[in-house]
């Protein structure tokens, strides 16, 4: 998609797929290791019990479903990003393709249901959310201390000026 951008010089096609790989990378590559590592649940082919949990343990990465989080965070970013273009079709077509996906995963023993409905509900959020983000805006970041602590905050301006507005 990407590629097909660049040489079409199409701003719709870069954004889709700058959009599937932001939402693909944070929902299958930064929370659902974070939750898999946090809850330590076996994969279905370990032969446990589905409701033993043994957080912070190498290799039990099994809740959430990564290849579904993945899925879904793809088709959601692209539905959101193609509805001003063509409306809804796609719909249908991106979310049924995802649930193809975590059917597949169960289908083959790889994860459990709750694995995969919890990975779709993560996808779909984080992909809205990749989406919807306002682009092409100044960011303002500010730093700021108080007695126990330092923050940080980011916010975003109209394109090429600072909003005043928080």
Do not use: C, M
């Not at 898999?36 to 370990?46: D, E, K, V």
């Not at 979310?95 to 995963?105: C, K, P, Q, T």
């Not at 923050?151 to 109209?158: E, K, M, N, S, Y």
């Amino acid at each position: 998609t990407w590629i097909a951008g660049l040489a079409t010089g199409s701003p719709v096609l870069n954004k889709v797929a700058a959009d599937a790989a932001e939402s693909t990378f944070i929902a299958a590559g930064l929370i659902n290791p974070a939750l898999a590592l946090a809850t330590g649940r076996a994969l279905p082919s370990a032969g446990e019990s589905p409701s033993k949990f043994l957080p912070f343990r190498r290799g039990r990465y099994s809740f959430p479903s990564g290849h579904t989080s993945a899925a879904f965070a793809v088709a959601s970013a692209v539905d959101v990003d193609l509805r001003d273009k063509f409306g809804y079709w796609q719909t249908p077509v991106l979310y049924g393709v995802a649930g193809l996906v975590g059917f597949s995963r169960v289908y083959d023993h790889k994860h459990y249901p709750s694995e995969v409905v919890l990975g779709a509900a993560i996808g779909t959020a984080v992909g809205h959310w990749v989406a919807s983000k306002p682009r092409n805006r100044k960011p303002a970041v500010t730093a700021f201390a108080t007695p126990s602590s330092v923050g940080l905050t980011w916010r975003f301006g109209a394109a090429g000026k600072e909003d005043d507005a928080e």
